[in-house]
């Protein structure tokens, strides 16, 4: 049998608390109509797995758009904190939108997105970072001087060729359009996405 890899242990170790999760996230975001801040969570309450510093990503789509997307590059907190700033900040502080709206609350799906740790990964140029780079699996991270861009595994989806996907995020990164400086350092990570189990079960049942 082959041995785990890192990110199938993550999503062994959290898949169990995805339910917890989107809850907290749901009601970071309810509550934050009314409070002006997100919910407040002791993260010493719940399970070890949630107490751990994580970096999460939480993002938000109404009718399958983009509607909001806030994250932590790094784990700097207990998960299950984290997820609810996150949460908070991807409905309210999203600077590319509105703050949510009350009536556009119900409809909003959240997808929760939990980070393994990033790697650097070395390259000679920018085709040679390209072709280290794996479609649908890799997230990548590009750090400068003048800034710092992420872009989650789900975004090969939008941006199938790694090409494409290094000139967008670049961009995010601002960083110029010409090939990159080899003071650029990107690191490449993994992303576990929780699924909402509460959620599906009733739309089954319906």
Known sequence: MAPMSSVDALRNLLDP???TLHAFARESISGGFSRGAPGQVRA???APALQTKMASFVTLRLDGDLRGCIGTTFATRPLVEDISINAFGAAFHDTRFPPLAMTEFEAVSIELSVLSAPEPMPFADEEDLAARLVPGRDGLILEHY???GLF???VWK????PGAFLDHLKAK???PARPLDPAVRALRFEAVKLPDRQ???KTLNT
Not at 158 to 161: I, S
Request: charged share 15%; with cysteine; hydrophobic share 25%.
């Open 152 to 154: 989650l595994p789900q």
């Open 173 to 175: 990164a601002h960083l």
């Open 146 to 148: 003048s800034g710092r």
């Open 199 to 201: 959620c599906q079960s």
């Open 44 to 46: 010493g309450d719940h």
């Open 17 to 19: 608390h995805g339910g």
């Open 158 to 161: 939008m941006l199938p060729d």
